[in-house]
């Protein structure tokens, strides 16, 4: 029988597109077996309705033990996952991606292939519930240059003044707004306008008072641009921007939270390992840092998934670390949604941060006495620094914690401490910021031979050597004309301190709009030699918070514009010192690199990131490389590495809401590859109630870790 053409082309056609079919069911059946798996892992692919999803994460949790315990990974380009190194436990096991809504889940056990199938979101809501928090918060109107009339916005505040407060400076200085607990209210505020609902909202809690103070400070248009916020929101108003899925390298990563400490509680920080030397401690327990929240000292076992507290012993006369003076007070200004009239943070030790020397000792910013300076410390002592700069009072000092020992001991310093940083000298001198006026540090070395504090530190101001005759002269208050034949002191308190290990000078960020970052070379003797140096952030940068710098000297700062800034000294034309040299005299040591993410509409090019902190990862304890910035991406769930030009997002799937204010690097095993390194950081949200699991959920530490390749295990 013969077959017209026509009929032949279509016989042909259905025998072509058959063997195609077949062709791709053998080679996805191909692919799904190449998933290779240990006993201690889970692996499989994730599939949608048109094929492999890349990009997307699977995530692996368990409640069997102390701590909870989650992993998280990316999927490779042919929808392919492997979650690796499991602890043996029931894991329930489920993905979630951009585009997606959250897959069923499936309850399994390390060794065993799990495929996902995933749900694509029926409607753009349903997809923007899982975007990042900056995708909603950048949706918040940023006043016009005409509303800056000194009416409905207080005379000298300009827009860059105003952005900065409603970023790292203020309201995500403490923890993240976007994120569904903040674009939505509570029940306990229905019946409330919106504009009542917020005042009510800022109110609430032992932070009540100070965040209206600050959020007054802005005048009624910053409470109502909030309410009108929530109001677009709540009519249905989405992202104007869409997140994009893990790529290249952000595929790599393997996120593991553990958590740790009290529902009612809140982590500062945590610390791993000694900076300089990050082995240190490994495989060690990891110290937390409460601040407001409590006197404990949390220690997480990363090995057992379990922790524990030590109580930090205080003095009977140690006043409350609450109320004025502080960032929260002793009572709640009105009641919580979640905790009521409760005073869930009681603490005299107010410990912000802590570091590991090199024998694994914690070295924290404590307090246990009033504010009322010793008179070693005062005017007419003989102690060098007094004599050079006597200082009346200092608000937090320092402790030692010996975790072998669980010797606890009070270190009683004439300045203020906030950040610790040990320097590379053979004193093993560690540096803090916060001294207001002063540069306060401890001899290490010095103290473990003597056990002696009051020798042990030192502080000195911060003078420009305005007269550029290179050495530190008599000089001139902050406020004072200048002389030509005197240096000059200035008012150029530390935030992050960073001592740098390319030559000895020790820098930190000033805190302020626009802000600046400053050096300072001790000299043979601190108190009376020790020059500073001041660089200004110039436009279109404005409002640096933490910072950190690299083995080349080069400064890393979080900036609130939205710029990850570095200053590189090495770039600057002019005299660094003498009568010009006061702040403006190197913009071109400055570069600055926009965060990713979304920008507020109506001012620009600009990312609405707000990180709280830098961190360079010195030793490649991550596995990016040696010498790679990190940033905290407050707004991005997680962090931001600058890599080669390029911003690497390491994201914390779930829960939503990830917030760090630190991190710190470890390597366990030198020998192990990517699975012996890693970034280590605590959620340090205030509010950990308002991530994704609402009231409950405690505090995180997460363990960052780049592998070579989505599947490797």
């Known amino acids: 029988m013969r077959v017209n053409r026509p009929l032949r082309v279509l016989l042909g056609l259905a025998a072509s597109t058959l063997l195609v079919s ?40 368990t409640r069997d033990f102390q701590s909870r315990y989650i992993k998280s990974v990316v999927t490779d380009d042919q929808g392919r996952y492997v979650v690796p190194d499991l602890p043996k436990a029931n894991y329930t096991v489920w993905s979630r991606g951009y585009g997606l809504v959250d897959s069923d889940k499936t309850t399994t056990a390390p060794g065993r292939i799990v495929n996902i199938t995933a749900k694509v979101a029926r409607t753009p809501a349903e997809a923007a519930h899982y975007y990042p928090a ?33 970023k790292n400076s203020g309201c995500i200085g403490c923890h993240q707004l976007g994120h569904l607990s903040t674009r939505t209210f509570p029940d306990a505020f229905a019946g409330l306008s919106s ?14 008072a100070q ?14 641009n ?15 921007a869409t997140p994009p899925r893990p790529q290249g390298v952000e595929r790599n990563v393997v996120v593991t939270l553990r958590d740790w400490y009290y529902e009612d509680k809140y982590l500062h920080d945590l610390i791993s390992s000694d900076r300089r030397y990050p082995t240190v401690n490994a495989n060690g327990l990891l110290y937390g840092s409460p601040e407001y929240a409590g006197d404990e000292i949390p220690m997480l076992d990363p090995v057992k998934n379990t922790w524990t507290t030590f109580r930090a012993p205080v003095s009977e006369d140690a006043p409350l670390a609450l109320g004025p003076g502080h960032a929260a007070g002793l009572d709640p200004a009105m009641p919580s949604p979640y905790w009521g009239t409760r005073r869930i943070w009681d603490n005299h030790v107010n410990n912000h941060n802590s570091m590991l020397d090199r024998q694994g000792r914690v070295w924290l910013t404590a307090s246990d006495r009033s504010p009322e300076n010793p008179a070693y410390c005062k005017q007419g002592s003989d102690h060098p620094s007094a ?7 200092s608000t937090r000092q320092a402790a030692l914690f010996d975790p072998q020992t669980k010797k606890y001991t009070f270190l009683d310093l004439c300045f203020g401490t906030h950040h610790p940083q040990f320097g590379y000298d053979a004193n093993d001198t560690i540096w803090f910021s916060g001294g207001g006026q002063v540069l306060g540090w401890i001899n290490t070395k010095l103290y473990d031979q003597t056990g002696d504090i009051v020798k042990a530190q030192g502080w000195t101001p911060f003078v420009l050597d305005t007269n550029g005759n290179g050495r530190r002269d008599a000089y001139v208050g902050p406020d004072d004309p200048a002389d030509p034949t005197k240096d000059k002191r200035i008012n150029s308190g530390f935030y992050a301190v960073m001592p740098n290990p390319a030559d000895g000078s020790i820098w930190g960020t000033y805190w302020s709009n626009p802000g600046a970052v400053v050096r300072v070379v001790p000299g043979s003797n601190p108190p009376e030699t020790a020059i500073t140096e001041i660089y200004n952030v110039p436009l279109p940068a404005f409002g640096p918070r933490g910072g950190d710098i690299d083995r080349n000297g080069v400064v890393w700062v979080s900036l609130a514009s939205g710029h990850f800034g570095s200053f590189d000294r090495r770039r600057c034309k002019g005299p660094l010192n003498g009568p010009k040299a006061t702040g403006d005299h190197c913009p071109e040591g400055w570069t600055f690199h926009k965060f990713p993410g979304p920008g507020f509409r109506g001012i620009g090019d600009n990312s609405a990131e707000s990180s709280y902190y830098s961190w360079v990862d010195q030793h490649n304890t991550l596995g990016l490389g040696e010498n790679v910035p990190i940033a905290t991406g407050n707004l991005n769930d997680g962090f931001v590495a600058f890599r080669n030009g390029q911003m690497v997002v ?23 590859g990517w699975k012996g390194r890693g970034l280590w950081a605590a959620n340090g949200d205030r509010t950990p109630w308002l991530i994704e699991g609402g009231k409950g959920t405690r505090p995180f530490a997460a363990h960052f870790q780049v592998r070579p390749n989505p599947l490797a295990k």
């Open 211 to 224: 965040m209206m103070g600050q959020l007054s400070q802005l005048g009624p248009l910053a409470i109502q």
């Open 134 to 166: 900056i995708y909603w918060y950048s949706m918040l109107k940023i006043p016009a240059a005409g509303d800056f009339d000194g009416k409905q916005i207080p005379a000298g505040i300009n827009q860059q003044r105003w952005i900065y407060q409603m």
């Open 226 to 240: 909030f309410a009108d916020w929530t109001d677009r929101i709540k009519s249905g108003e989405l992202p104007f």
């Open 387 to 393: 004599r050079a700069f006597p200082m009346e009072r």
């Open 650 to 672: 390491l994201r914390v799937p779930y829960p939503i809401g990830f917030y760090a204010k630190g991190l710190d690097g470890r390597i366990d095993d030198p020998k192990a």
């Open 22 to 61: 077949w062709i791709f069911t053998v080679s996805y059946a191909q692919q799904r077996a190449a998933v290779e798996i240990d006993n201690d892992d889970i692996g499989g692919v994730v599939t949608g309705p048109n094929g492999p999803e890349a990009g997307v994460w699977v995530i692996a949790e």
């Open 195 to 208: 504009r009542d609902a917020w005042v009510r909202r800022v109110q609430s809690g032992q932070a009540g």
